[in-house]
């Protein structure tokens, strides 16, 4: 097959279009899935960007999977290719691969068995193996690291299910790859973060930036307009809040954060990283379950600010019954001023309206109260 052309963009657009077409492949065997035909002729636009040098039918135990920026693979995105897979018999698409130089094998210590790298199609690659079809029709790219890299992520960020964990890192990545391939060595996320940082501060201060860091804020720039990703403070103050739930919430939930971010508005999640470790596993298993505003996220945390915060019996269910971690360490013992409090609101809630005649409970609670004010009086000295 001849060698074809085509821009970076119109590759990743066609993948989109391939993936989601059945008419663009061939009926195929588990043993031996048939190469997909490119029925809209995309990979024929002439453009330099790179080479497309074949395309065959490929054995996936010798593709290497590089990391991504996608680290989490949706279990049902995954079933639903392999339910195409076996309803049509046919492989969705095509992936897109590029060879192993040996030089490149030895660097990452591969096994020689590899010899295409993934540039783009992971999930239905799982989704292939784990059905056993041990081929799939591929695209061999001629592409450098950074074009396969840049492939990676913008045929990631242009997905729905990407979610804003995976995005911002992969961002970061990014930007630390295009720094690092500019000043040579090694530039890190975490470096990246600091020229984040750097940045807000002068901008704090009405300062000009510094001109140490001016040219890796040009490239930081370029990466977040390439990407229609917005401004750069804007950018920064999203990655800070999401990294630091991201490390919150791992320390109190069992269920992976990957997954937590995928399934759950992170701006919900962003809300709870900030609550004492007592109350985070409820909030977030309330958000779990019954997916709440901002507005009554805040309003839970403005009542366990106040002391009055009240879990609800689902969610005090759920903190029994969901995957979410326990602590290894046991909570700290409630001040006794706080559960009477509680527990007083708490009857008040559910079964004032009930106990309006009562004489006796009136008088109970008149009695819990004095001991009430009598508190108030000892703090207040």
Known sequence: MGRRKSSLGNLIQNARELETTNEVAEELTPDAPAIA???????????????????????????YFPEQSRKYFDPDQIAKHKKSML??????????VRLLSEEKKSELNLDDKYLYELVYGETRCKAAQELDWGKAPADILDVTDKQARRIHL?????????????????????????????QGGTFSVKDTLTILDRVKYFNSKGEE???????????????LSDFGKGSLLGFRGKARKILKAKDSLAEISSVPVLKLFSES????????????????????AWILKDNPTIGQIRERKKAIKSGT???SDDVQ????????????????????????????????????????????????LKKIQKLLDEIDSMVDS
């Open 37 to 63: 035909e490119d029925a809209s002729g995309s990979l024929g636009e002439e453009n330099d960007a790179f080479q497309s040098q074949d395309s065959s039918l490929i054995d996936l135990d010798a593709v």
């Open 87 to 96: 309803e049509t018999n046919r492989f969705p698409g095509r992936i897109a």
């Open 154 to 182: 913008e045929e990631n960020l242009n997905r729905q299910d990407l979610s804003a964990l995976e995005e911002v890192e992969g961002l970061l990545g990014e930007m630390a790859a295009q720094i690092e391939d500019w």
């Open 209 to 223: 930036i510094g001109s140490d860091i001016a040219p890796k804020v040009e490239i930081i720039e370029k990466v």
């Open 265 to 284: 508005d992170w701006n919900k999640l962003v809300e709870i990283s900030s609550v004492d470790d007592a109350y985070k596993g409820a909030l977030l």
């Open 309 to 311: 915060y009240i879990a």
């Open 317 to 364: 269910s759920l903190q029994q019954e969901s995957t979410l971690a326990e602590s290894s360490e046991e909570v700290e013992e409630e001040p006794l001023q706080i559960s009477i409090v509680r527990r007083v609101k708490r009857f008040q809630n559910k079964r004032l309206q009930e106990t309006l005649g009562n004489k006796k409970v009136q008088s109970r």
